[in-house]
């Protein structure tokens, strides 16, 4: 089945304490994206990757990090995680760049203390 | 930077009666524009898109209509269904660009 799997689905956890957020694709796409989705908000643009080894910035970056070292994994990582971070997080993987259809996975609720 | 508006933020309908959702983007090079439902402790999906060489789109119930020199877009759902209670985000994206912007989101309330 495709899918796109994101852990976990949820983490309670403590103001500066790294943790990663994993995500895998299995329909080989060469596009992969973490939004972040909060009340009001709509889904805000974390990072994205064109492919292996290539990332970029979205509109909120800051306090995140990313890495694509194969192509169907793209793990979030929160170095230092401040309880505004707490939100939803979607991981989202589509053919190539940000115009074709999105596939999401079944999110991560994050809570920092 | 690109921007994309949505309204309302909350639609209440009858069963049966139709729902519009209104988007406006800002970059006049936006070629892209998708619609994704997500409903209640769900992921978004897509229901659908259109791209701008085309005025309007229609799935069954449900249309997306674009207005270039406008630049808006909107969704319209005929007929509404309890199903249809969702949240509702439009997008805009551009060819060239790997970022695709989300409005804010409409929840739309069906009641039966």
């Known amino acids: 089945e495709a899918q796109v799997t994101q852990n976990p689905r949820y983490l309670i956890t403590v103001t500066g304490k790294k943790l990663t957020v994993t995500c895998s694709q299995n329909m080989n796409h060469e596009y992969m994206s973490w939004y972040r989705q909060d009340p009001g908000l709509g889904l805000r643009q974390i990072y994205y990757s064109m492919n292996v080894e290539v990332t970029d910035k979205g509109d909120v970056p800051e306090g995140y990090k990313v890495s694509r070292k194969e192509k169907r994994n793209f793990p979030l990582i929160l170095e230092s995680p401040s309880p505004n971070q707490t939100s939803l997080y979607f991981c989202a993987s589509g053919w190539n760049r940000g115009n074709s259809p999105l596939h999401f996975g079944n999110g991560t609720r994050l809570t920092v203390t | 930077g690109e921007n994309v508006e949505q309204h309302p933020s909350t639609l209440s309908v009858q069963e049966g009666d139709s729902a519009v959702i209104k988007c406006t983007y800002s970059?006049?090079?936006?070629?892209?524009f998708p619609w994704y439902k997500q409903e209640l402790g769900k992921r978004p999906q897509l229901i659908i898109d259109i791209r701008s060489n085309v005025g309007e789109k229609k799935d069954q119930r449900i249309a997306v209509t674009l207005n270039k020199t406008a630049k808006h877009f909107s969704l319209h759902i005929t007929e509404t269904q309890p199903e249809d209670s969702a949240v509702y985000f439009c997008a805009g994206g551009v060819d060239s660009s790997y970022k695709l912007i989300f409005g804010s989101g409409t929840r739309l309330l069906v009641r039966p």
């Open positions: 970059d006049s090079a936006s070629n892209y």
